[in-house]
């Protein structure tokens, strides 16, 4: 009988010291806004709340599912009986569709936490067409003026895609001049009537070109039967054409040719030392082929205007050696300066297909 009537004690002890503390009432604790545009920027809603306990109610922290959601909230003690608020603000901008957040409010009443939910449709803002089709060609827009085709392994195919627009009140008549058989080029529409959008379609046949490494080459658009050559009317092609060497045989690569290049330090630098200034000064490096197979000089990627490279033969039988000549022109060069210049050279063999080759001087 002791022990029951300290348990009831107890109890009662427990109920006293609950009855003594903050109770925390929301009139509402979820909310839709329905539909909202995102072009109208945020909307706030407001969750009223009552202190129904017996103690002071002090909301310690607020916290959003979302960065996205933004609350703010009473933070003095709210006595018994009176009230207080949770605002709660959301901001559509780049979040289109429907959105379900949720706000958890802790406090020190008897339930430490409260879960409020808001939730709606946003509808996006009309798209700017003059930043979707950022490129303009007079009344006509791209998205972009650049077919970028990557790597493309020798006898595969690219394809890209550019969206155009019609920014003007008359129908546009689209063509292109192509002289590069290696582009397969359609429009859809050809004629774009106003306010109308539609594509240029560009395949990459790497079968019909006969390039290797780098390609960067330039089709004009022609509007209206106008041909106007200009880089405003121009779609720039980049691509580079590469050797697919993975689908070689064990055989097939024992066979291969080597390319090993005299005198070629391990950063593949050459110092050529001193060069007069305002003169052309030829060097020579041989070039020998240590393999099997010929080796094929597929192409010298030189981008220096001051600096001519040309090899004495493209194809190196086995044991043979070709020389890779650079002629260094040193007009209008500082004099005391230092200078570097690189070129590449593309080959079949199938561990130094792509070399780069570093040339150092000083022009006194």
Do not use: H
Not at 15 to 27: G, L
Not at 327 to 347: E, H, L, V
């Amino acid at each position: 009988m002791k022990r029951i009537n300290s348990l009831c004690c107890l109890l009662f002890i427990v109920m006293a010291v609950s009855a003594q503390k903050p109770v925390i009432e929301f009139s509402k604790k979820t909310y839709d806004f329905g539909t909202i545009n995102e072009a109208d920027g945020k909307v706030t809603t407001v969750f009223e709340f009552t202190n129904t306990g017996m103690a002071p109610l002090v909301v310690n922290r607020v916290r959003a599912s979302c960065g996205c959601t933004t609350p703010n909230w009473t933070k003095t003690p709210i006595e018994p009986g009176q009230k207080g608020t949770i605002s709660v603000t959301y901001n559509p901008a780049g979040r289109p569709g429907r959105f379900t957040k949720t706000i958890t409010v802790s406090s020190n009443a008897t339930e430490s936490d409260t879960r409020l939910i808001i939730r709606g449709e946003v509808t996006p803002k009309p798209v700017d067409k003059s930043v979707q089709y950022p490129v303009k060609m007079d009344e006509l827009g791209l998205k972009t003026n650049l077919l970028q085709f990557n790597t493309l392994i020798k006898g595969t195919e690219g394809q890209r895609t550019i969206n155009v627009a019609n920014f003007g009140t008359e129908d546009i008549r689209i063509s292109v001049q192509n002289p590069f058989p290696y582009l397969e080029i359609g429009i859809i529409p050809e004629v774009l009537k106003p306010n109308e959008t539609g594509n240029i379609y560009v395949k990459f046949n790497t079968n019909r070109c006969s390039q290797w490494g780098p390609v960067a080459e330039r089709i004009y658009v022609i509007l209206n039967d106008q041909k106007i050559i200009s880089d405003t009317y121009s779609l720039r092609v980049r691509a580079n054409i590469v050797e697919d060497f993975a689908k070689m045989t064990l055989e097939e690569k024992r066979e291969a040719p080597i390319m090993e290049i005299a005198n070629l330090n391990a950063s593949r630098t050459i110092d050529l030392g001193k060069i007069p200034a305002n003169m052309v000064k030829s060097y020579k490096i041989s070039v020998a082929n240590k393999g099997i197979k010929p080796l094929l000089i597929r192409r010298i990627v030189n981008n220096n205007s001051d600096m001519k490279v040309t090899a004495s033969k493209t194809s190196i039988s086995s044991g043979k050696k070709a020389d890779i000549k650079f002629d260094i022109n040193t007009k209008g060069n500082k004099a005391g300066a230092p200078y570097r210049r690189t070129f590449s050279i593309q080959t079949n063999d199938p561990e130094n297909s792509y070399t780069t080759i570093n040339l150092v001087w000083e022009v006194e």
